[in-house]
């Protein structure tokens, strides 16, 4: 297994987000992650993105990824001003248990690193 969590400025994203995962074989996953100037957001961010991606493709097969990728793109596109709500929160997600339980766990991540969740949340939204 190769699961590599890399940093990058927040306009190298494929799309409006600050977490993108992708599959370049069963056991090799990239991660990519907007650049907060916080390693621990970061690494919040990274880890929650590797939990949804190995969830999704154990439960849904390798195709989620394509479907996810779709809807992501789709509902940003149709984001209206001062909307922060993330895609997977939205029920008709393709991963919306997987990014529940993502969350869940980023959460706790960030409760052991002394994290403000609503300072996280509102760097993740200044992006």
Not at 76 to 85: F, I, L, Q, V
Request: hydrophobic share 35%; glycine share 8%; net charge negative.
């Amino acid at each position: 297994m190769n699961i590599h969590i890399k940093t990058v400025k927040h306009d190298q994203q494929r799309y409006e987000t600050c977490g993108d995962w992708q599959f370049s074989s069963p056991t090799d996953l990239s991660i990519s992650v907007s650049d907060m100037g916080n390693a621990d957001y970061e690494f919040l961010v990274g880890i929650h993105e590797a939990i949804e991606a190995w969830l999704a493709v154990k439960r849904s097969g390798p195709g989620v990824e394509k479907v996810l990728d779709a809807f992501d793109m789709e509902y940003e596109n149709n984001r209206k001003e001062g909307d922060t709500s993330e895609p997977g929160d939205d029920p008709r997600c393709p991963v919306y248990l997987e990014h529940q339980i993502a969350t869940g766990i980023e959460r706790i991540l960030a409760g052991m690193l002394g994290v403000d969740w609503q300072k996280y949340d509102q760097g993740v939204n200044d992006l």
